[in-house]
C-alpha cells in the first residue's frame, strides 16, 4: 500500500491532545504511523489547513427496509438533485434519503469514513446488509432492535439477564449486528394493537412488563456480555411536549450501573436524539426547551453519552421503529405514512416531514438541539448527529458545525424565524454565547463517538496505530473566515483517507475504498434454554424457518468482527 | 351469433402450473386458450360446452375453446386466464399509469367451430408476422 | 441413494414458502421429489429435470429457424445490441436473485437503459399509490399472530398464492390467534365467487370495475354516513355490515391484487384502498398488503430503491435516473416505439404483454434470457438458457411483506449452464471493454 504524509496542517486531534498545532501525519499499511517511519510517501501540502480523522457518525438510518421505504414512496426527494454517473462515481440520486452509492460519496466528502445504521430490523438484517455492501468508501455497522422483542420481554420479564445475554449473542451473530439497539421500548409491540407506552411504567399490553423493566434489563444484559457499544436507547414519549420527564426517568435507570467493557467506554446508556425527547409545556401552543434540565442530569452523571438530533430546518423524511409516533406523526401533518410491523420483533413508520422555519415549533426544536451541544460540559459525550434523515439529512452536519461555532449564524437564523420573539422566549439559546472551537467539534464527530462505540482502538484520532482514516480540509482557522466558510469547507474535503486508502483527492472522489462491515460477535456459555426457546418460536410464530434466518457469507463481502468473551 | 361480455383475466392453478411445465407444451394451451363462460352466457351464444369460438374486441382476435365457468356465476363477465390467448384481445392502452387495462375489456365471442386453437408460441409467432387470420 | 435437502425455499410466487423438502440424487445432479410445496411450486422444481431443456444459447436465423452458438457469442450479441442502442429497454428482473438484479443495473446505468420489471403490469399502480398516500403494512408473521379480520380484495389466493391462505392468513393458529380460522372473519371482493371467496365468511360479489366505488362507500360507512341503496352491486346494508366488522376487529389486514391494480382506476383503486386501512386506523389496528406475483419482483423493487432511488420504470437513458410512469413504464416505451432493442430476464413478456406490444419486441433487436422456452423466447432474436435460481443457484429474494429470504441450490445445472450472474457480469466486462472504460 502507498505511504503518505500530510504535512503542515493545523491538526485538531482529541486523541492525541493536539488542539490546531501544526502537525503531520503519516500512513502507512493501512495505519497511522509514527512520521520517521515512512520512507518514501507520498507528500499531501496541508499547510493553512485543518487536518483530522475520519469523522464517525453513531447514529444514522442510511441502509435497510425503512431507508428503502423513504427512498421509494419520495420519488419528489430525488427532483433537481440528481447528479450522472462521472469516471468511477456511479449516479447518485436523493437529498433526504439518498441513494447508498450518494451516502457513501456524501459522506465521504464531509471527511467521514464510518456511519453507524441505527436501527437494524433482525428479521430484515439480509437487506440491511445488502445495503451497507453497496455503500461506498464507508465502515459501517448496524444496531439491531432489542426493545420490543418477544424474547426479550419474556425474559426480562421475570428479569433473567443471562438468558436475555445469552439471547443478544446469539441475534447478534445471527444478523450480524453490532450493539443493542432500543427504540420505544414495550410501545411499538403496543402500536401492534395501535396503542402506545406513554412513560417508563406504562405496562406493554400482555406482555406484563414495563418500559422500565426492559430499559434497566437490557442495560444489565449489555454490561453482561460486555460489548463493545452500550445499549443505543431512543425512550418511550419521543416528539411529544413534556416528555423530558420521560427522558430523565429514563436515564435514571443506568444509575449504579458500571460499564463492563474492555473496549474503553465509560457509559451503560447512549440516548440518542435527545433534541426529540428535550421538551417541556403540555401541548404545542406551549412546548418549550427543557434542554437544561437534560443537560444538568448529563453533565453530573458520567455512565452516559447522547447525541443531539438537531433539526436542520429542511424539508425531510422521518423513519424509525417507533411505529406509534409515525402514526402520530402523519395525524399531525397529513403527508402519506408507510408502517411496518415486524413479527415478534419490532416495527417501524416512515413519514415525510417539513421542518419549516416559520413554524414556531420547528424553531424551538432547532434550539433545543443547539442547546444541548452548547450546555456541554464535556464533548466527548455529546454527539452531533441530525437522526439523519429524522431532524434532517446528514448532508447537514458542516451548517450545524457552523451553528455551534457562531453565535453570528445562530443569530442570522434567529432573524429568519417567522415567530422569532415566541422561540427566543420558549428556549435559553439566545442568552448562549458559546462558540465551540474546531478541537470540540473534533471531540463531537470523531473522538467521542469512537470511544462510545468502543471503537477508540480503531477510529476518532491520529496516534499511531489507528486506522488510517484522516481528512483534509480547505479551512484556516487562523484567518478571519464568515461563518458560512465553516459550511462551505467541510463540506467538501480537500483529501479524504479511509484506511490507508485516499477516496478524495482534490475535493474528487478517487476510489471506492475498501468498505467493512463489521460486526460483534459475543461467546456466551451454552445455554440450552434459550436455544429451546429460539426452535419453538421459529417453529410457531416466526414465517421463515429457524435455518433460512441467519445472515452469512456474500452479504458482508468484507467483514470486519470484533470478539466478546462472555463466558466467565 | 355472437354475444357481448365483459372480459377479465387474470391466474388459474392450472395456467399456474402448466406455465411452470413448460409453455411450449399442450397442456398450456389446454389451460391458457380457454374462455370460461356463464352459463346464462352460453344460452344466449347457443353453443355446445367445448366448442372453439372467436373472441373479438377493438383491439384484436384469437381463438380459444370456450368452456363451463369454474369459479361462477358471473353472468355478463367472461374469463380467460393470464397468457398470450387473453392478451390478444385485452385493452392495452395504460392511460399514463404504465399498466395496460387487461381487465374490463368488452369483448365479442362468437362460435368458430372450425378454427383451431393455436398453441402460445405458434400464436405469438404468427401474430408477429402478420400470419394470423 | 439419495439425500434429502430441507428448509428449501420455493421460487415461484410472491409468499416465498420456505419449507420445501427436496429429495435429490447423492451426487446432487438430479432431483427426485417435492414435499410441501403447492402445485405449481411443485411443477417448477420438477421442470428443471426435463429431458428436453435447452442448454446452450441460440440465435434466430432469417429463415425463421434457431442455431446453437456459443455463451461467448451470445454475450458478444448482447453487449453489442445494449451498447449500440440509444435506448435499450431491460425488462423482468423478477424472476431472478438480488445479485444478477444489481450487475443487471450495473449494466443498464453503463448502457443507458430504461430498467422495468414485471411490476408494471402487476403491482406498478400499486406502488404509484404508495407514492400518493403510503402504506401501513406489517410481516406476514403479524398476520399469522394477530390478525382476526381478513379481506381479499381482486385477488385469489387458492389459485395464484396456494399457500397463502394455510400459511399466513386464514387458517394457521398463531400468537395471539390460537384458534385458527374459527377466531377470523374473512371477507372476500371479487367479481366471480373464486375459491377463494368459497372459504370465506363473506363475499362481496362487486360489479368488474367498480372497486373505488365500494372502497369509498366503506370509508362512508365507516364514519356512519348515508350510503345509496346500492353501491358497485353490493346493497346498503352489506357494506355497513362488512365496514362494522372491520371496525370490530383487533388486527384488520387487506391483501389485494390484479383485480384493483389492472381495472380501470387503476393507482386510484390502490389510493382508496390505502386510505381504507389508514381510516381503520383510527378504529383499531389494520394493514394492507400487495399480493406480489413474482418471487422476487419486490427485490428488484428494493435493489432499484437504493441504487436509483425508484422501484420500477427507472430511465437510464440520460446518464441519471428519471422515473414517470406512463412514460418510462415498458408498454408505454414500446408502443410508442421509443426504445430501439429489448433485453429481457426473469420475465416472459411474450406471454403477459398486450400483444400490440410483444409485436414491438419482435421488431427489434433482442435477446431473451430465460430457462424456459417461453413466447418471449420465440420473438427474440438470440435466447439464453440459464440454471434457474432457487433451483440450481442460490442468492437473494424478497418476499411480498419485503421480507428477504436467501434461496438455496439444491441441485446442479445441467453441465455447462451458466447462471443469470454470471451471464451478466461476463455482458458487464464485455460493455466495459466496447466502451473503454
Not at chain 3, 386501512?277 to 418471487?295: C, V
Not at chain 3, 455447462?416 to 464485455?430: C, I, S
Amino acid at each position: 500500500m502507498a505511504e503518505y504524509l500530510i504535512k503542515n496542517g493545523f491538526v485538531f486531534d482529541p486523541v492525541l491532545g493536539i488542539k490546531g498545532d501544526k502537525a503531520d501525519v503519516a500512513i502507512k499499511d493501512g495505519k497511522i504511523v509514527e512520521t520517521t517511519a515512512v520512507k518514501s510517501p507520498q507528500v499531501i501540502d496541508a499547510s493553512g489547513k485543518t487536518v483530522m480523522a475520519g469523522g464517525v457518525d453513531i447514529h444514522a438510518h442510511v441502509a435497510g427496509p425503512k431507508v428503502n421505504v423513504g427512498r421509494n414512496f419520495r420519488p419528489e426527494d430525488k427532483l433537481f438533485g440528481y447528479k450522472p454517473k462521472n469516471g468511477i462515481e456511479r449516479m447518485q440520486g436523493g437529498f433526504s434519503v439518498p441513494t447508498t452509492i450518494r451516502t457513501g460519496y456524501n459522506y465521504a466528502r464531509m471527511g467521514y469514513t464510518t456511519v453507524m445504521e441505527a436501527a437494524m430490523p433482525p428479521l430484515y438484517a439480509r437487506h440491511t446488509h445488502e445495503e451497507m455492501r453497496d455503500t461506498p468508501i464507508l465502515d459501517q455497522g448496524a444496531y439491531p432492535v432489542f426493545g420490543n422483542n418477544w424474547f426479550v420481554l419474556e425474559y426480562l420479564k421475570n428479569h433473567e439477564i443471562e438468558n436475555t445475554a445469552a439471547y443478544i449473542a446469539w441475534l447478534l451473530r445471527a444478523t450480524k449486528g453490532y450493539a443493542v439497539k432500543v427504540v420505544n421500548p414495550g410501545g411499538t409491540e403496543a402500536w401492534a394493537w395501535g396503542l402506545n407506552c406513554e412513560n417508563v411504567h406504562d405496562p406493554v399490553p400482555y406482555f406484563d412488563i414495563t418500559p422500565a423493566q426492559i430499559i434497566k434489563g437490557l442495560i444489565e444484559a449489555n454490561e453482561y456480555l460486555g460489548l463493545p457499544h452500550s445499549m443505543h436507547m431512543h425512550a418511550n414519549n419521543l416528539g411529544n411536549p413534556g416528555n423530558y420527564t420521560t427522558t430523565l426517568d429514563s436515564f435514571k435507570l443506568s444509575e449504579g450501573i458500571k460499564p463492563n467493557s474492555k473496549f474503553g467506554r465509560d457509559q451503560v446508556m447512549h440516548h440518542t436524539h435527545v433534541q426529540f425527547h428535550s421538551y417541556g409545556g403540555d401541548s404545542w401552543a406551549n412546548v418549550e426547551s427543557k434542554a437544561k434540565e437534560i443537560m444538568d442530569y448529563v453533565n453530573s452523571h458520567d455512565n452516559i453519552t447522547i447525541d443531539m438530533g438537531q433539526v436542520t430546518l429542511d424539508e425531510t423524511t422521518t423513519m424509525t421503529a417507533d411505529g406509534p409516533f409515525e402514526h402520530h406523526l402523519t395525524e399531525l401533518n397529513h403527508l402519506k405514512w408507510a408502517n411496518a410491523d415486524v413479527e415478534l420483533e419490532t416495527g417501524s413508520g416512515v413519514v415525510p416531514y417539513v421542518y419549516s422555519p416559520s413554524i414556531k415549533v420547528c424553531a424551538i426544536q432547532w434550539c433545543i438541539g443547539l442547546e444541548l451541544a452548547l450546555l456541554a460540559k464535556d464533548p466527548m459525550r455529546i454527539f452531533i448527529t441530525t437522526d439523519h434523515p429524522n431532524a434532517g439529512p446528514f448532508i447537514r452536519y458542516p451548517r450545524v458545525m457552523k451553528w455551534l461555532m457562531s453565535t453570528e449564524a445562530r443569530e442570522q437564523q434567529f432573524d429568519a424565524f417567522k415567530h422569532k420573539d415566541k422561540v427566543i422566549e420558549a428556549t435559553n439559546l439566545a442568552g448562549l454565547d458559546r462558540e465551540l472551537d474546531l478541537y470540540e467539534i473534533a471531540q463531537m464527530t470523531r473522538a467521542g463517538p469512537a470511544k462510545s462505540l468502543g471503537l477508540a482502538h480503531m477510529y476518532g484520532g491520529l496516534a499511531p496505530g489507528l486506522e488510517a482514516d484522516v481528512a483534509v480540509y480547505d479551512f484556516n482557522p487562523n484567518e478571519p473566515y464568515a461563518p458560512d466558510d465553516i459550511e462551505k469547507a467541510f463540506l467538501n474535503a480537500e483529501h479524504l483517507f479511509k484506511t490507508g486508502v485516499q477516496v478524495i483527492r482534490d475535493h474528487n472522489i478517487a476510489s471506492n475504498g475498501n468498505k467493512r462491515t463489521l460486526w460483534v460477535n459475543a461467546k456466551v456459555n451454552e445455554n440450552p434454554q434459550v436455544m429451546r426457546d429460539v426452535k419453538e418460536k421459529f417453529l410457531r410464530y416466526y414465517t421463515v424457518t429457524l435455518n433460512n434466518y441467519e445472515v452469512t457469507g456474500h452479504y458482508l463481502p468484507n467483514p470486519y468482527v470484533i470478539e466478546v468473551d462472555a463466558t466467565e | 351469433m355472437a354475444i357481448r361480455v365483459n372480459l377479465i383475466t387474470g391466474r388459474t392453478i392450472q395456467q399456474g402450473v402448466s406455465m411452470e411445465a413448460g409453455k411450449e407444451k399442450p397442456a398450456y394451451t389446454t389451460a391458457c386458450g380457454i374462455i370460461e363462460l356463464d352459463p346464462a352466457d352460453f344460452k344466449k351464444l347457443g353453443a355446445f360446452r367445448n366448442t372453439n369460438v372467436r373472441v373479438t374486441s377493438k383491439y384484436g382476435s384469437v381463438v380459444v375453446k370456450a368452456v363451463d365457468a369454474t369459479q361462477g356465476p358471473h353472468p355478463g363477465v367472461a374469463y380467460i386466464p393470464m397468457g398470450p390467448w387473453a392478451n390478444m384481445v385485452v385493452n392495452p392502452n395504460t392511460y399514463s399509469t404504465g399498466m395496460p387495462t387487461f381487465k374490463g375489456t368488452p369483448v365479442e365471442v362468437e362460435v368458430a367451430k372450425n378454427e383451431p386453437v393455436l398453441g402460445s408460441l405458434e400464436l405469438v409467432r404468427k401474430g408477429c408476422r402478420g400470419e394470423l387470420a | 441413494m439419495t439425500k434429502t435437502v430441507t428448509d428449501v425455499i420455493c421460487p415461484f410466487c410472491g409468499t416465498l414458502c420456505d419449507d420445501l423438502e427436496v429429495v435429490v440424487s447423492d451426487d446432487g445432479k438430479e432431483l427426485h421429489e417435492v414435499y410441501n410445496a403447492c402445485a405449481i411450486g411443485a411443477e417448477k422444481f420438477l421442470h428443471s429435470q426435463a429431458k428436453d431443456r435447452i442448454t446452450r444459447p441460440r440465435m434466430r436465423q432469417e429463415d425463421g429457424s434457431w442455431k446453437e452458438i456459443s455463451y461467448d457469442e451470445a454475450i458478444e450479441y448482447t453487449a453489442r445490441m445494449l451498447t449500440e442502442a440509444k435506448k435499450p429497454l431491460m425488462y423482468g428482473w423478477s424472476s431472478t436473485n438480488c445479485e444478477a438484479q444489481a450487475v443487471g443495473s450495473e449494466i443498464g446505468e453503463a448502457v443507458g437503459a430504461v430498467m422495468d420489471n414485471t411490476a408494471t403490469v402487476c403491482h406498478g399502480t400499486s406502488l404509484i399509490a404508495v407514492q400518493d398516500i403510503g402504506i401501513p403494512s406489517c410481516t406476514l408473521g403479524e398476520v399469522k399472530n394477530r390478525a382476526d379480520r381478513i379481506l381479499f380484495w381482486g385477488c385469489n389466493p387458492a389459485h395464484a398464492h396456494p399457500r397463502h391462505m394455510s400459511r399466513y392468513s386464514i387458517f394457521p393458529r398463531g400468537f395471539f390467534t390460537g384458534k385458527g380460522h374459527t377466531g377470523r372473519k374473512v371477507i372476500v371482493v371479487d367479481p366471480r365467487p373464486t375459491d377463494t371467496a368459497s372459504v370465506a365468511d363473506v363475499h362481496l360479489q362487486i360489479e368488474q370495475g367498480r372497486d373505488y366505488e365500494l372502497l369509498n362507500a366503506l370509508r362512508v360507512a365507516f364514519k356512519g354516513e348515508q350510503l345509496p341503496d346500492v353501491v358497485a352491486g353490493i346493497p346498503k346494508e352489506k357494506i355497513y355490515e362488512v365496514a362494522e366488522t372491520l371496525k370490530s376487529g383487533r388486527f384488520a389486514i387487506i391483501f389485494f391484487g390484479m383485480g384493483v391494480t389492472q381495472s380501470l382506476g387503476k393507482n386510484h383503486n390502490i389510493d382508496e384502498a390505502i386510505a381504507v386501512t389508514r381510516d381503520l386506523n383510527e378504529y383499531t389496528k389494520a394493514a394492507i398488503m400487495p399480493m406480489r406475483g413474482h418471487y422476487n419482483v419486490t427485490g428488484s423493487g428494493q435493489v432499484w430503491g437504493w441504487l436509483f432511488g425508484f422501484p420500477y420504470a427507472v430511465d437510464l437513458s440520460r446518464g441519471f435516473a428519471r422515473y414517470n410512469p406512463g412514460e418510462t413504464t415498458s408498454n408505454d416505451l414500446l408502443r410508442r416505439d421509443e426504445v430501439d432493442a429489448v433485453f429481457v430476464l426473469g420475465s416472459d413478456p411474450g406471454a403477459h404483454f398486450p400483444f400490440s406490444s410483444v409485436k414491438k419486441i419482435y421488431d427489434r433487436p433482442s435477446v431473451a434470457i430465460d430457462p424456459h422456452e417461453t413466447p418471449t423466447t420465440e420473438v427474440c432474436k438470440v435466447h439464453v438458457p440459464v440454471a434457474f435460481v432457487g433451483v440450481e443457484i442460490g442468492g437473494c429474494a424478497y418476499r411480498m411483506d419485503n421480507v428477504p429470504i436467501e434461496t438455496r441450490k439444491v441441485v446442479e445445472p445441467p453441465e455447462g449452464m451458466m447462471t443469470d450472474e454470471e451471464f451478466l457480469k461476463r455482458v458487464l466486462a464485455r460493455v466495459k471493454e466496447i466502451q473503454g472504460v
